[in-house]
C-alpha cells in the first residue's frame, strides 16, 4: 500500500459504523511544504515552486514536481511519487520530461562515478545535439550552439554532434526524487565525466545535499 493510500476501520459496536482514516507516516501535503522555501546558500534563486505555468503531473508523479533555479543553469527539482516503486522506476529510468523548463536537454544518459552524495544517487549526462563548428556543422561562428537535429534512442543525432550540455545527480528517497543538474559551462562540446559531479563551480552535489537537509527539515521523506 502506497503512503496516499487510506486505510478504514469499521466497528460495528451498538450498531454504529464508525470510519477511521489512517494516513502515511510522512508529510500529507507532500511537496506543499516546499513551496516558497529556499536551499541554504542560495541567496539570488527563485524560491521553490512549481515551474509551470500550467502545473502539470509528471510520469507517474501525485503532485506536480517543483523546482527552484538560479536562472544561469542550475536547477534543483522535486518529483513526488505515489509508491517507491513508481519512484524507484524514475530514478532508474528519468524520461525527458524530467528536464521540466530546462532547454536543450534532448536525452539522460547514466554517468558512472561517485556523486558525493549518499545512496542512492547516481549521475546523468545531460545531452544534446550540436554544431560542432566546421563544414557541415555549423561553421566557426557556430561551434557549440543547438543544431536543431533529433536525437534518436542510441544518442545519436539526426544533424550535428552529440554532446554533453551539462551533468546532474538524481537521488531517491523513499517516494520522492531530487535532481540537480547544472547546464552549460564547462562541458559543451565534449563528453562529461564523473568529476563535474562533484565540481565545486558546477555546484551539482553541494545543490543536492542541501535540498534533502531541507526536505528533512520541513517532514519529506
Not at 506536480?64 to 517507491?84: C, E, R
Not at 557549440?144 to 533529433?150: A, E, L, Q, R, V
Not at 559543451?188 to 564523473?194: E, F, L, N, P, Y
Amino acid at each position: 500500500m502506497d503512503r496516499r493510500a487510506t486505510c478504514l476501520l469499521v466497528s460495528l459496536a451498538i450498531g454504529v459504523i464508525v470510519l477511521v482514516g489512517c494516513g502515511s507516516t510522512t508529510n500529507s501535503n507532500g511537496l506543499a511544504v516546499l513551496d516558497g522555501k529556499s536551499l541554504a546558500g542560495t541567496s539570488g534563486w527563485i524560491p521553490i515552486a512549481s515551474p509551470l505555468s500550467h502545473p502539470v503531473d509528471v510520469s507517474a508523479t501525485v503532485t506536480p514536481p517543483v523546482q527552484t533555479n538560479n536562472t544561469t543553469g542550475n536547477t534543483v527539482s522535486f518529483f513526488d511519487f505515489g509508491s517507491s516503486a513508481d519512484a524507484t522506476a524514475f530514478y532508474d529510468d528519468p524520461p525527458l520530461e524530467a528536464r521540466l523548463i530546462a532547454s536543450g536537454i534532448q536525452q539522460y544518459r547514466a554517468l558512472a562515478g561517485a556523486t558525493g552524495v549518499p545512496a542512492p544517487s547516481r549521475g546523468l549526462d545531460l545531452r544534446e545535439c550540436i554544431w560542432s563548428g566546421g563544414p557541415g556543422q555549423g561553421g566557426a561562428a557556430g561551434a557549440g550552439s543547438p543544431s536543431g537535429g533529433t536525437m534518436n534512442a542510441a544518442g545519436a543525432c539526426s544533424s550535428g554532434t552529440p554532446s554533453s550540455i551539462g551533468v546532474a545527480t538524481i537521488v531517491l528517497r523513499g517516494d520522492v526524487v531530487v535532481i540537480s543538474q547544472s547546464i552549460g559551462k564547462t562541458v559543451i562540446g565534449r563528453s562529461a565525466g564523473h568529476a563535474e559531479l562533484t565540481d565545486g563551480s558546477l555546484g551539482v552535489a553541494r545543490y543536492v545535499i542541501r535540498a534533502l537537509a531541507l526536505m528533512q527539515q520541513v517532514g519529506v521523506k
